[in-house]
């Protein structure tokens, strides 16, 4: 079992920077993959970023790549999603989850255990 806690989400204006975090609890957590998604209001939830168990690999949808980077601390057992140049566009609540496959999935059907979310609002 894996409980999953976000912090770190909030207001900000366009072209400014949020980092969400993600605690973990749970022995297994070194050993899955993890990924950011999220929910904008009367959207469906979708893909943001991702990481390898061990931090090798990372993967980012199109609309985020070169602006935020996912990255976890396996000793703290928390992930991070930094995220820069924001836009109003990603103003949505942002979930993280863990995926026990190897290799990491991308689809969100793959992963396992979910947080509660985090609120992004992005002002123009």
């Known amino acids: 079992q894996v409980q999953l806690v976000e912090s770190g989400g909030g207001l900000v204006q366009a072209g400014g920077s949020l980092r969400l975090s993600c605690a973990a609890s749970?022995?297994?957590?070194?050993?899955?993959?993890m990924g950011w998604f999220r929910q904008a209001p009367g959207k469906e939830r979708e893909f943001v970023a991702a990481?390898?168990?061990?931090?090798?690999?990372?993967y980012y949808a199109d609309s985020v790549r070169g602006r935020f980077t996912i990255s976890r601390d396996n000793a703290k057992i928390t992930v991070h999603l930094q995220m820069n140049s924001l836009k109003p566009e990603d103003t949505a609540v942002y979930y993280c989850?863990?995926?026990?496959?190897?290799?990491?999935?991308?689809?969100?059907?793959?992963?396992?255990?979910w947080g509660q979310g985090t609120q992004v609002t992005v002002s123009s």
């Open positions: 990481i390898t168990w061990n931090g090798g690999s990372t």
């Open positions: 989850a863990s995926d026990p496959n190897r290799p990491l999935r991308l689809r969100e059907d793959d992963y396992n255990f």
């Open positions: 749970g022995r297994t957590f070194n050993t899955y993959g």
